[in-house]
């Protein structure tokens, strides 16, 4: 039973461009949230995706923006990079309506020089 | 917005003692609660979680405390081996609209084994 599965794994981008990171749910699984980890600091929340609608979102500016799939992957998309934006970002699924059971991907590592 | 509060950024333990770390939280209306363990270069892994008419509860080597009247989450790792070496992140959940639940977490203790 495959986790939470994300890509790239490390990605280097110059300020200014655009990314998108990909994430695929664990099976099983219809939500999905997104975190942004500094270095040497807790992750916080971007938002969250379920029934292919943003259902919640943290404090990140409109640069940030997502999309669920269909088949519940999603996709975390950030434009006009800055050099604050290197960062880990995380996936994490969940089923709704459990209120338990995030489980989370290995992140994918995003330098922007 | 609220956020998760660990007291200690480092805690060294002997190989074999029990560990404790200790975790604030400020948001009263948070009704769950997880500790995650995250290695180098990995995603958080779920150690034990605790829902908020709760105050105890034990897994394997693991035990989290939950203090509502305070606001304090405390997780104790007994014998502590060292592939216990890792930060520690807890986290908590306010119920949002909709089902929404996103987590917000601390800044972690990182657990440093001796041998």
């Known amino acids: 039973d495959a986790g939470v599965t994300q890509s790239p794994t490390h990605l280097i981008k110059t300020r200014g461009q655009q990314v998108t990171l990909r994430c695929s749910p664990k099976?099983?699984?219809?939500?999905v949230s997104w975190y942004q980890q500094a270095l040497g600091q807790g992750p916080q929340f971007i938002f969250q995706?379920?029934?292919?609608?943003?259902?919640q979102r943290g404090n990140f500016p409109d640069r940030f923006s997502g999309h669920q799939f269909p088949n519940y992957s999603s996709e975390l998309n950030v434009n006009a990079l800055l050099l604050g934006d290197s960062a880990l970002y995380l996936c994490?699924?969940?089923?709704?309506?459990?209120?338990?059971?995030?489980?989370f991907g290995s992140g994918t590592r995003l330098t922007v020089v | 917005g609220e956020s998760v509060g660990l007291h200690l950024p480092t805690l060294s333990v002997q190989e074999g003692d029990n560990s404790i770390i200790n975790c604030a939280y400020s948001?009263?209306?948070?009704?769950?609660f997880i500790w995650y363990k995250q290695e180098s270069g990995k995603g958080p892994q779920f150690i034990i979680d605790?829902?908020?008419?709760?105050d105890k509860r034990q897994g394997q080597r693991v035990t989290v405390l939950l203090n509502k009247t305070v606001k304090h989450l405390s997780l104790q790792i007994a014998a502590t081996q060292p592939g216990d070496s890792a930060v520690y992140f807890c986290?908590?959940?306010?119920?949002?609209?909709?089902?929404?639940?996103?987590?917000?977490f601390g800044k972690g203790t990182h657990l440093i084994i001796q041998p």
């Open positions: 099976s099983g699984h219809d939500t």
């Open positions: 948001n009263s209306a948070s009704d769950y």
């Open positions: 986290a908590d959940r306010a119920p949002g609209g909709g089902g929404a639940d996103g987590l917000t």
């Open positions: 605790i829902r908020s008419n709760m």
């Open positions: 994490a699924s969940s089923l709704a309506g459990t209120g338990y059971g995030y489980t």
């Open positions: 995706y379920y029934e292919e609608e943003e259902r």
